[in-house]
């Protein structure tokens, strides 16, 4: 009985006919569908009772990608086929030089397919596409989080941030200053802004990372590891944060070794020699179930729209959050590392 009360009052929680708070267009709509044959059964596992075509952000046909290493060819990539409907987190999993990586990039745009067809955000990824059509593909929509931070050292937690628009504009207008401080707000790091990565936990850095692939408000994140150096605790906190951002419309494909964090996805593509192997549906009740254990996302219901994610200690202290706002753990200020005086 109780567990009945507890599935029924939650159960609406994770429907996604939600308003998003960062668009008014309704880009949620679009997730009340899946690719069949599962195309009736919504995203928070709400049935929909019309079926809507689902909406493909990335297509692939027979893809391959051969690397060439002197005058031999490295297959990384055997004939993919993969459709991936907007509005999901899809994981890829598979043992190391199994492609992963090699795919993630092709979908970024960072390497061209040898053979086959790949679509992103409805543009075709070709060898010897236009350069400026792919530098608009990648700052219109594509992010990037990779497994090492890749944060600048000599640069703070805001000028790294700032960088993407710097590098794009040149100059840093009041705008994109805000817009910055209010990524790193909404990733928990608003309080962090004038640290270098090394006064950063792993965490936090990665935090810095997901901020900064936030700047042009990408339509898919791509994810490379994210949380491959990171604890479980650091591992929790920046889940929670991609699960937050793809209740909000944005597509996560996400590659992980950690077979733990499978049920947070809609779909784990599993891959080996280049090729997938298997195509496994996460049940959107049990992924519900583990989004919920996970603790500390609050979707409020259809009236609100908004998704916080809020720190255990503010929470038990009552202290009342702002909902559009993600407040992440707070962790202590390290002191930089002496690189030096550390070897000796
Ligand atoms: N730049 C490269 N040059 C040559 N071979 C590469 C390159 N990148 C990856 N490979 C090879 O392609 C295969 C797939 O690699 P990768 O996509 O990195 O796999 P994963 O990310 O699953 O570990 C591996 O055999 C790897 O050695
Ligand atoms: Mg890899």
């Known amino acids: 009985m109780v567990i009945f009360f507890v599935r029924h009052y939650l159960r609406p929680r994770y429907t996604m006919r939600v308003t998003p708070t960062t668009s008014p267009a ?8 899946d690719p069949p044959p599962a195309s009736h059964v919504a995203v928070g596992g709400v049935h929909s009772l019309t079926s809507v075509v689902p909406e493909y952000i990335v297509q692939m046909h027979n893809l391959h990608k051969t690397y060439l290493l002197g005058i031999e060819g490295v297959p990384a ?28 990039n092709l979908i970024g745009t960072i ?58 504009n040149g100059t840093a207008t009041a705008e994109a200053k805000a817009n910055a401080l209010r990524l790193l707000q909404r990733v928990g790091m608003g309080d962090r802004l004038d640290h270098y990565p090394s006064q950063l936990s792993g965490g936090e850095q990665q935090r ?24 479980s605790k650091n591992t929790e906190t920046i889940m929670r944060l991609l699960i937050g951002l793809n209740l909000e419309g944005v597509t996560m494909i996400m590659v992980t070794h950690d077979p733990n964090l499978k049920s947070y996805a809609h779909r784990c593509i599993h891959m080996m020699d280049g090729r997938i192997y298997n195509d496994e549906r996460i049940a ?19 009236n609100g729209g908004k998704v916080s994610v809020v720190v ?5 202290s009552g202290e009342k959050q702002d909902e559009s ?20």
């Open 26 to 33: 309704t880009r949620n709509e679009e997730r009340d569908v």
């Open 77 to 104: 990539l055997r004939g993919v086929d993969l459709k991936v409907v907007k509005g999901h987190f899809v994981m890829l999993l598979g043992k190391s030089g199994s492609g992963k990586t090699s795919l993630l």
């Open 111 to 168: 390497d061209q397919p040898t053979r086959g067809d790949l679509n992103v955000c409805g543009i075709n990824v070709k060898h010897g596409m236009n350069d400026a059509v792919v530098a608009d593909l990648r700052l219109q929509h594509l992010g990037f989080v990779f497994q090492t931070f890749n944060l600048i050292g000599s640069m703070t937690a805001f000028e790294n941030v700032m960088l993407p628009t710097l590098l794009k």
């Open 208 to 231: 810095v990372t997901i901020a900064r692939a936030l700047v042009n408000s990408p339509s898919i994140l791509l994810l490379d590891e994210p949380t491959g150096d990171l604890d």
């Open 284 to 302: 959107p009740e049990v992924r519900e179930k583990n989004i919920l254990e996970l603790g500390g996302i609050d979707i409020p219901n259809q």
């Open 312 to 316: 255990d200690d503010a929470k038990n």
């Open 325 to 344: 706002v993600i407040v992440m753990r707070r962790t202590e200020v390290r002191k930089p590392r002496k690189f030096y005086s550390d070897l000796l």
